[in-house]
């Protein structure tokens, strides 16, 4: 079982909202920074949001900007990424990803040493 497991994922309609979470198995959030990603068919995996440990403000891409709300609750040990107005281009599988280190805006997959293995959003009418 992956270490990282999405959920909320699902079919919307545009203009809708989804509240995405990402829970970890075996390992404590509080001390990993958490990243969002998606990837859409036939595109390269983008960055999103990343929340560090520390509790400082979440990081967005642009692509995040505007849209996306990242939280965490570390009691429960699980990060959230709502979605607002979604649209068709957002259509895409969504990833969450662990480093021991901090958010860091180059968004390289490589920095990250755990993934899970994502959720499909799908935005049409």
């Known amino acids: 079982q992956s270490q990282l497991v999405e959920s909320g994922g699902g079919l919307v309609q545009p203009g809708g909202s989804l509240t995405l979470a990402c829970r970890a198995n075996?390992?404590?959030?509080?001390?990993?920074?958490i990243a969002w990603f998606r990837q859409a068919p036939g595109k390269e995996r983008e960055g999103l949001a990343c929340?560090?440990?520390?509790?400082?403000?979440?990081y967005y891409a642009d692509s995040g900007k505007g849209r996306f709300t990242f939280t965490r609750d570390n009691d429960k040990n699980t990060v959230y990424l709502q979605i607002h107005s979604l649209k068709p281009e957002d259509t895409a599988t969504y990833f969450c990803?662990?480093?021991?280190?901090?958010?860091?805006?180059?968004?390289?997959?490589?920095?990250?040493?755990?993934w899970g293995q994502g959720t499909q959003v799908t935005v049409s009418s």
């Open positions: 929340g560090d440990s520390n509790g400082r403000r979440p």
């Open positions: 075996e390992f404590t959030l509080d001390y990993y920074a």
């Open positions: 990803a662990a480093t021991g280190h901090f958010c860091e805006s180059t968004w390289s997959r490589k920095y990250y040493d755990y």
